[in-house]
């Protein structure tokens, strides 16, 4: 459902190659990414920059009349940028999904679908392995936790940022921090965010069993209660994961774009749960800099 138009980027040589891999001609090259927008007018604007760079285009994007907007993570290299590209989304009526990919995945769509059903009872707890730097890994580990829980909203965070001396200088991140901490949501789950060694891994535990996905997605764990022991606990063995079909996340994440134009539906991310994803981040920052205080 998607043509690849045109693509922008000051590196002429880079975006030459772009050009030649995906057929894009050379008249359809931009060293101006204005240019693009207001000669090629895309529906859909990919915006793969990092950070720093993304509020400035997102926005022009959205004024120039793009449709909708896939932005690439973190979302913005400060919360008042992210403000403003809410702002101007909600102002034009533009669909956005960052690309935290693991919310468009059909094996975490399927654990989410056995979280809600509540046939191993109600979400207590959440467990992920790895957030590694913030902006970059963490804005995946944080949406997945954000997605399983409904998206439900942050009471407070508590964390502790192993290099953030190093890296903090006054409201400045020379780099980008490595981060781990508690984050409990306002509906009483509570999530603790690890960089524990196990990589990817992530774990829901309900009242009466778990859900667990291993190895980034490629292993997925039932357990539910088959017994008691003689205190009459449950004891908690192997059931079958329900099957899925296993698709390209990133193409899920074009196609619920696709979809919220097709539709006027809202995409199943949207540029305030962005936002909030990116709160997140700067609130495990700023507990840091408050010795570990609650934010």
Not at 220 to 242: N, S, T, Y
Request: glycine share 10%; charged share 25%.
């Amino acid at each position: 459902r998607t043509d690849l138009v045109a693509c922008s980027d000051l590196r002429i040589d880079i975006m030459g190659q772009v050009g030649t891999r995906y057929g894009i001609p050379v008249e359809k090259q931009y060293a101006d990414y204005r240019e693009l927008l207001d000669r090629e007018e895309p529906d859909i604007v990919s915006v793969a920059t990092q950070p720093e760079h993304r509020a400035e285009i997102v926005i022009a994007a959205a004024t120039a009349g793009a449709r909708a907007i896939y932005a690439e993570k973190a979302f913005s290299a400060s919360l008042a940028e992210a403000d403003r590209m809410v702002e101007a989304c909600t102002q034009h009526g533009v669909a956005l999904n960052m690309g935290t990919n693991r919310r468009f995945d059909p094996g975490y769509d399927q654990m989410k679908t056995v979280i809600d059903s509540g046939q191993i009872g109600a979400l207590q707890n959440l467990i992920i392995h790895q957030t590694s730097a913030l902006f970059n890994g963490a804005s995946h580990s944080f949406d997945l936790l954000q997605r399983l829980n409904s998206d439900a909203p942050v009471a407070w965070v508590q964390a502790h940022l192993p290099n953030g001396d190093e890296v903090i200088d006054g409201d400045i991140l020379r780099e980008d921090p490595v981060g781990h901490g508690i984050i409990q949501f306002a509906n009483g789950v509570t999530a603790y965010a690890l960089n524990s060694g196990r990589g990817m891994e992530v774990e829901a535990i309900c009242e009466r069993g778990v859900v667990t996905a291993l190895g980034n997605g490629k292993e997925w764990q039932l357990r539910a209660p088959v017994d008691q022991d003689h205190r009459g606990r449950d004891i908690l063995g192997p059931m079958e994961f329900p099957s899925f079909e296993r698709r390209a996340a990133t193409l899920c994440l074009v196609e619920d774009l696709v979809r919220a134009l097709d539709t006027g539906e809202p995409p199943r991310g949207g540029a305030e749960l962005a936002r909030a994803n990116t709160e997140l981040i700067f609130a495990f920052v700023e507990s840091h800099q408050r010795g570990g205080a609650r934010v």
